[in-house]
């Protein structure tokens, strides 16, 4: 699979055009098209693309509207201009300190030059201010699948947590999902979270390991002795489990927190897999009730 995605967006028909099948032939990365802002709007609700390649002259919006909009969902998202409208027509002004590349499509190399310049943005991405696991990609669709905001779900994680806390004698537990650039607290014993920067987390590490990843002591630990967001957490001991449902990376952690260091031997570590795969039951559960009420809806729209 891919390790990227593109999304290409122009007016009419681009899917067979000269420059997506240019991105699709030259690059590591799977590319989309849309036909207008509001399907490449419907698109990027569905998932978050490395890149995104636009027109500017879109029946609905401009591409610059499109680009600030995915500017504000995911902020180092490559945006590019492939455009015949001159450069010096296009107000940027409103757009930010960072001006989304342009390409003029009516030059000769324009295609290569559109080439080279999404394969630079692909390769910053790679380069993040956090490491990423080899099937991130994967990961960001296996969670985009999951019904997060689903109730059963959240009473079941509130019970496990709390469970958790009691049986490890930890002030704090939570389930975390990491998204593109960020960790969210899906449920907290013990403390009220807001999202962190993904750059911030113990979890952005835990996600890359099969197994627990345990720190007895954040402050010994130099990836996170600075880091400002942790201590305000009133956090020094972290032991996180990834969460892998399917065959994608893990979309997030169940995590144990203290507010003072401690050790965490193989009894203990054996118990938290068996809750975590208690979670992940639940992620799976609810994730296929969603797909079966989905699969009813369209089977009665059908009927219709």
Known sequence: MPQHAVLFVAD???????????????????????????????????????????????PDETGLDLLEHVRSERPDAGCILFTGVDRDAI?????????????????PDAVDRLVDLTRNALEARSHAGYPLPDDE???LETLAGLDLDSAPLQAALDRLTALAAEHFDVP???VNVVFSH???????HGADWSPLPREDTVCTYTILDDDITVIEDLRDDVRFADNDALADMGIRFYAGAPLRV????????????????????????????????????????RARRRSTDRDGDAARTGDR
């Open 12 to 58: 009419g028909s681009p899917d067979d055009t000269a420059p997506v099948l240019a991105l699709r032939d030259r690059l590591d990365a799977s590319v989309a098209t849309a036909a207008s802002g509001a399907a490449a709007r419907r698109a990027l609700a569905e998932d978050l693309p490395d890149c995104v390649v636009t027109d500017y002259e879109l």
């Open 91 to 107: 107000d940027t002004a409103a757009f930010g300190d960072v001006l989304p590349e342009y390409v003029d499509s009516d030059l």
């Open 137 to 139: 990609h994967g990961r």
């Open 172 to 174: 704090m537990a939570s």
């Open 182 to 188: 960020s960790q969210d607290c899906l449920v907290a």
């Open 246 to 285: 399917g065959e994608a990376a893990p979309v997030g952690t169940l995590c144990l927190y203290d507010d003072k260091p401690r050790s965490f031997p193989e009894a203990d570590r054996e118990s938290l897999r068996r809750f975590t795969a208690e979670v992940v039951d639940q992620f799976a559960l």
